[in-house]
């Protein structure tokens, strides 16, 4: 059976999947591929790729999106299938690009817990309220991985090319799921891809934000099991 590798978002680890690879590590094989040592996205899917089998099934969530997507410039062939969750194709803003030194110089200032508690988390979940266990694991991933990882992340997502006319070019079995609620990469957006990529099946995940992989997990989990058996 093919094996699936998961691509983290920003300031996240394996955890962000941790529904999803109980449910479906129970019969394939599931990794969770670091995107976290260097700052631009064609390094990062270099080293996803250097690391991977042969062939194997690909999903990543937010920035992990954003590398999987860029893996699938470097590698096409090796990609089986594809699923990108709450993510963007497109290159970042100015605007957005403008909030970036400022995060940084913050960070690296001793400021992570206050620039994730301030300027980040606030925008993942659709109930925050509701969920206080999942802010607080946002927060221990974030702090586990640390300043360094956020500046080297921060990067990548400033300086990241336009993939849509990758993803145009996408053959294989490709799911665009994405939280109903998610402000960070709303539901157009995730539209746009699907028509984008030829055959694909798009999946909007109610009472999830951003990160429906822990806000929904059973009706995420079951979509991605479509998907990797279709």
Do not use: K
């Not at 995107?35 to 064609?42: K, L, M």
């Not at 994405?178 to 694909?200: F, K």
């Amino acid at each position: 059976m093919t094996p699936l590798i998961l691509l983290p978002g920003m300031m996240c680890d394996g955890r962000l999947f941790d529904p999803q690879i109980a449910a479906l590590g129970q019969t394939r094989e599931v990794r969770v591929a670091p995107i976290s040592g260097h700052s631009s996205t064609a390094a990062l899917a270099a080293e996803v790729l250097a690391h991977a089998p042969p062939r194997f099934a690909l999903a990543g969530l937010s920035m992990g999106g954003i590398v999987a997507m860029e893996v699938l410039a470097q590698a096409p062939d090796r990609i089986e299938r594809l699923a990108l969750l709450d993510t963007n194709p497109r290159a970042e803003l100015p605007e957005v690009q403008a909030r970036r030194a400022p995060q940084i110089a913050a960070v690296e200032a001793g400021g992570l817990r206050q620039v994730m508690a301030e300027q980040m988390i606030p925008n993942y979940l659709a109930d925050a309220a509701g969920h206080p266990d999942l802010l607080d694991l946002c927060m221990e991933m974030a702090l586990d991985l640390g300043p360094q990882v956020f500046a080297r992340q921060s990067l990548a997502l400033r300086d990241r090319p336009d993939r849509q006319e990758v993803l145009a070019g996408a053959g294989m079995p490709t799911l665009i799921l994405c939280g109903r609620a998610d402000r960070l990469c709303p539901v157009e957006r995730h539209e746009l891809m699907h028509r984008q990529v030829p055959g694909s099946n798009l999946e909007i995940i109610e009472g999830a934000g951003h990160l429906p992989t822990l806000e929904q997990p059973e009706h995420t989990t079951a979509a991605l099991a479509r998907w990797l058996e279709a």
